[in-house]
């Protein structure tokens, strides 16, 4: 999404704007996911919600992410939801697909021809990084699955770090735990998101989270990833099997076993859906001379916690297009 943002805004600012991608097609995660942009009711609360992450970021998103909505909605892109329906968060909710087309139209067309590109013209240009971190990369090397976008290995934190920035390094990820292998179409419909209702148990028999779970369980999908597999079981007795959050999401589990007694224990996986470590920025977005880093290749907005990748993705997009045309 950042790209896309960051394209989008500097022509509309009178730029003259290339932009290249990796996949075969726009919009990488955004396009996936649920589309709800939001931050914080309260910046107090974002603080305690993701206490590592860097302050001045954290403001910068939670100032100028209604406005930055405004810019979406004037561009038309299409709302399906006017609040988040979560009291602790305040945004809106889009149509991923809508959204991927409006900002397209005004970002213009990708180029995807990126291994043959070598026109010299640009080599001097202001450079914006937004490659969507590297939830691939990291989903392999710890033999996790991938809930992204299949082409975000890192390559533009690379590029940056190459051009002189500074790393945020980070080992968190926002993840949710999957019943396997599905579709990129299920992502959403197919998270097993009731973690909280269930007892949580590693392979080696161990209730290996008795804790409260957060509101967004990413501190359970980052758990479930450190066990043997990054696997576990939810088990469910019959209250849980009752709730609506879980009956909702039970038709997608792969593998199923009746507990003795009654209940049922659910097979999920950690999913990686994006990474927090990445390339430091400052509040204009700018990571070295003439490198702009945008989305959540930019690292250590969300350690300790949980926020929105498309916040981030689409504040940072539209700081960076403004900082690079100045
Ligand atoms: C199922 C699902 C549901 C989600 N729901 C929500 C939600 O409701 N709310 C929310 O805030 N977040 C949600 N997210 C997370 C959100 O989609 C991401 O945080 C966000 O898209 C990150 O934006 P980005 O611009 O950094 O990366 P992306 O949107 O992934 O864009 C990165 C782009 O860079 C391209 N790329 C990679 N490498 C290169 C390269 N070398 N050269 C050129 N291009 C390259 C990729 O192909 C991709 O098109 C969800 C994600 C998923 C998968």
């Keep these: 999404m950042a790209g896309l943002a960051a394209a989008a805004r500097a022509r509309e600012l009178g730029a003259e704007v290339r932009l290249l991608e990796k996949g075969s097609r726009p919009g990488g995660s955004m396009l996936l996911s649920s589309g709800v942009i939001w931050r914080y009711a309260d910046f107090e609360e974002f603080r305690r919600q993701c206490p590592a992450g860097d302050e001045a970021l954290q403001r910068l998103v939670w100032e100028r992410l209604d406005d930055a909505l405004d810019w979406l909605e004037r561009l038309g892109a299409p709302i399906v939801a006017p609040d988040t329906e979560n009291p602790l968060t305040t945004g809106r909710r889009f149509d991923p697909r809508g959204l991927t087309g409006v900002l397209v139209e005004s970002a213009g067309e990708p180029r995807y021809d990126i291994e043959s590109d070598s026109d010299s013209q640009w080599n001097e240009a202001p450079l914006i990084v937004a490659t969507g971190g590297y939830p691939v990369r990291l989903a392999r090397e710890r033999g996790l699955l991938v809930r992204s976008n299949p082409w975000s290995e890192g390559d533009g934190i690379a590029l940056a770090l190459a051009r002189g920035g500074e790393e945020a390094p980070s080992d968190q990820f926002y993840g949710r735990a999957m019943p396997g292998l599905v579709p990129e179409e299920q ?84 999913a990686v859906t994006h990474t927090y470590g990445g390339v430091r920025i400052d509040t204009r977005a700018r990571a070295a001379d003439g490198v702009w880093v945008a989305g959540v290749d930019a690292g250590g907005l969300s350690n300790g916690g949980y926020a929105s990748g498309l916040a981030q993705a689409l504040v940072f997009g539209l700081v960076a297009a403004e900082d690079a045309t100045q």
Excluded: C
Aim: hydrophobic share 40%; aromatic share 10%; charged share 25%.
């Design 187 to 270: 992502f959403v419909v197919a998270s097993q998101l009731y973690g909280r209702f269930a007892r949580r148990v590693n392979d080696r028999g161990e209730e290996f989270f008795p804790g409260e779970v957060s509101w967004s369980e990413n501190d359970l999908a980052q758990a479930i990833a450190a066990q043997p597999g990054g696997r576990a079981w939810y088990e469910l007795d019959e209250a849980a099997l009752a709730r609506p959050e879980v009956a909702e999401k039970l038709p997608h589990a792969q593998e199923t076993e009746r507990l003795p007694g009654g209940g049922l224990r659910v097979r999920v996986y950690a």
